[in-house]
């Protein structure tokens, strides 16, 4: 469903989006519009199922506030715009539980502890692409090109916003998610009261050619302010046609606070007793390998999205003066990781941004790439080494 609205419309969501304190939670941001309201979490639960060229990301978590009433409005980055956004169950991540505990009685959590760089110049433009109540969700799918112009738009006076008042870091963070080319944004309102609820999660089905569980815009939040102890925040199911391949420990290295079992062989007609729906993303294979995740630790250091491409994207070396598909998607990873210091967003280019941008990535990850070599600065150039620590952490 697709609408087109007036410029007052959109500026009063974006600015709604914009301007409040925010507060995030895990894999999607969270405003609350009263800055007395104080929200905990206390459980949350994902599913992420990818077939190389589409994902379903199955959304669920439990809130509670201290005043009764209180209205939130979660926003969740997407790849893509959505073919399909549905309610889904609870049920879903019982089923999958279960399954899991049935192939492995005793789960054990392996714990861990052109021109050059060109900027994108595209003309500021917000398109609401979906809206629609959803049980207990108001959902809608809103297109944002650049943000740039934002604080110079004539009509924020006129609806009492002040430019001054744009939350930078918050700002900071959608431009990451931006520069990465991820434009679709879902803003979904809901209401929760001083006792724990569990809403019906909400079943997201869009096109990505990269696996893709977003948890960035946690960093950015006042979570810290409000944040009660916290076990096992984060309870992720990932579901692919291949496990995931992480040979020399690097998600132990990148994520240190997250945990996770083994792959897990089911067949398709387990699959199949677990969701139809997300069954149909893998409809002609037999077979598909489960992995179940665990977060423990403040939400505030979830500071990188969890992204992984298929190992044989990383072919071949690259230099300054390439243009191609697999420096795009090099040049995500950088931004995603926080290395990027330029305003342009990844184009393709290999240029002097991100020649600097792999340095520091090199040095960042030395033991894998650098000290094998014998060398103590990075050098820039993506060859051998820095293309096989690409390839160690993928879907094999």
């Known amino acids: 469903m697709k609408k087109n609205i007036g410029y007052m419309s959109f500026i009063f969501l974006l600015a709604i989006t914009l301007l409040l304190p925010g507060f995030v939670f895990a894999d999607m941001g969270m405003i609350r519009p009263d800055p007395q309201v104080k929200l905990y979490e206390t459980d949350q639960n994902a599913i992420v199922a ?21 209205k939130v409005l979660t926003i969740l980055p997407l790849p893509s715009n959505p073919l399909e956004i549905k309610e889904d169950s609870i049920d879903t991540f019982k089923k999958l ?8 009685p005793l789960i054990a ?3 861990a502890t052109g021109s050059q760089d060109a900027k994108n110049n595209a003309s500021l433009v917000a398109e609401l692409t979906f809206h629609e109540q959803i049980g207990a969700h108001d959902v809608s799918i809103v297109k944002i090109n650049n943000l740039d112009g934002f604080n110079q738009w004539e009509l924020l006076p006129q609806i009492g916003i002040k430019p001054e008042q744009i939350d930078a870091s918050f700002k900071s963070a959608l431009q990451n998610y931006m520069k990465r080319g991820l434009i679709y944004f879902s803003f979904d309102t809901i209401e929760v009261g001083t006792k724990d609820i569990s809403l019906n999660p909400i079943r997201y089905y869009f096109k990505s050619d990269y696996f893709y569980y977003p948890i960035k815009l946690t960093a950015f939040s006042a979570t810290a302010e409000n944040a009660e102890s916290i076990n096992d925040a984060i309870h992720l199911f990932t579901i692919n046609t291949n496990p995931i391949k992480d040979s020399i420990n690097i998600l132990k290295y990148r994520y240190p606070l997250w945990s996770h079992n083994d792959n897990i062989s089911i067949s398709l007609q387990e699959l199949q007793n677990v969701s139809s729906n997300i069954a149909s993303l893998f409809s002609f294979e037999t077979n598909v390998y489960v992995t179940e995740f665990r977060y ?7 500071t990188d999205d969890i992204i992984i491409y298929p190992k044989d994207i990383w072919k071949n070396n690259l230099k300054v003066g390439v243009r191609s598909e697999d420096t795009l998607a090099l040049q995500k990873i950088l931004i995603n990781e926080n290395l990027w210091d330029s305003s342009s967003n990844a184009t393709g280019y290999f240029g002097s941004a991100t020649k600097q941008a792999v340095i520091k990535f090199q040095e960042e990850y030395r033991s894998y790439i650098l000290d094998p070599l014998n060398l103590t600065k990075g050098t820039g150039f993506v060859g051998p080494y820095t293309r096989n620590f690409l390839k160690n952490f993928q879907m094999q």
Do not use: F, H
């Not at 539980?97 to 492995?104: A, G, H």
């Not at 423990?296 to 979830?302: M, N």
């Open 50 to 70: 990818w077939n190389g060229q589409e994902e379903m990301l199955i959304l669920s978590i439990n809130l509670r506030s201290n005043q009764e009433g209180s």
């Open 97 to 104: 539980t279960d399954l899991i505990n049935q192939k492995l």
């Open 296 to 302: 423990s630790g403040s939400l505030a250091k979830t």
């Open 109 to 111: 959590a392996v714990s």
